[in-house]
């Protein structure tokens, strides 16, 4: 079934770890996005990208780098993760710019 | 900063009423987005609005763009438990970049 996937669902790592995210869409959506989600604070931007190889840094991209080698795949790596990183983590493509996003599931990562 | 505020922030209400969610900014969008979103789940695009004063309907749900392109509401007539779920709107930033508000969080009682 196509659409867009994340994983892992669940995450736990502790604090220094690196960890990545990943997002996986079958569509060649141009666009990939990577969101978290906080209470109080709706989704924030981490990082877009626009095609493979080209990524730029959204409002909250401290601690965080990505990667687009191929354009079905938007890694997501902490470097170092820390406990303001626990969240909820969306991914989003999006093929044209009369669309929305469409959004995977969402990766729950609690650090500890 | 966040640049879209929505209001109200909870919403608890029977089956049957109607209800209004505002998304509101000091910013001009060149396009708004309605989400829904339920627990466990990523949002799901509801609508995309693009014109000042567009009004969009989606069954019992009408969606409209402030004629300033600032602002947007929707509104949900005879509200069903099926409803339930959090609203989130989007702007439309530089580059294909949204802004999400935080939300309208909307329970529908039985």
């Known amino acids: 079934d196509a659409g867009i996937t994340q994983s892992p669902r669940y995450k736990i790592t502790e604090t220094g770890r690196q960890v990545t995210l990943m997002c996986h869409q079958t569509?060649?959506?141009?666009?990939m996005f990577w969101y978290r989600q906080d209470l109080g604070h709706g989704l924030r931007l981490i990082y877009y990208?626009?095609?493979?190889?080209?990524?730029d840094k959204g409002e909250v991209s401290d601690g965080y780098v990505v990667s687009r080698s191929k354009t079905e795949n938007f890694p997501l790596t902490l470097e170092s993760a820390t406990r303001s990183q626990t969240s909820v983590y969306f991914c989003?493509?999006?093929?044209?710019?009369?669309?929305?996003?469409?959004f995977g599931s969402g990766t729950r990562l609690t650090v500890v | 900063t966040q640049l879209l505020e929505q209001s109200p922030q909870f919403l608890s209400i029977q089956e049957g009423e109607n209800l209004t969610v505002y998304c509101n900014s000091s910013?001009?969008?060149?396009?708004l987005q309605w989400y829904r979103q339920e627990p466990g789940e990523g949002p799901v695009l509801l609508v995309t609005?693009?014109?000042?004063?567009e009004v969009k309907k989606l069954k019992r749900l009408t969606f409209q763009f402030g004629d300033a392109r600032k602002d947007s509401s929707l509104h949900i007539t005879a509200a069903q438990p099926g409803d339930t779920g959090l609203y989130l709107c989007?702007?439309?930033?530089?580059?294909?970049?949204?802004?999400f508000g935080s939300g309208t969080k909307l329970n529908v009682k039985p």
């Open positions: 989007a702007g439309a930033g530089g580059f294909n970049k949204f802004y």
């Open positions: 989003a493509s999006r093929g044209s710019l009369s669309y929305g996003y469409t």
């Open positions: 609005v693009v014109t000042g004063g």
């Open positions: 990208s626009a095609a493979a190889d080209i990524t």
């Open positions: 910013s001009v969008f060149s396009s």
């Open positions: 569509w060649s959506h141009s666009y």
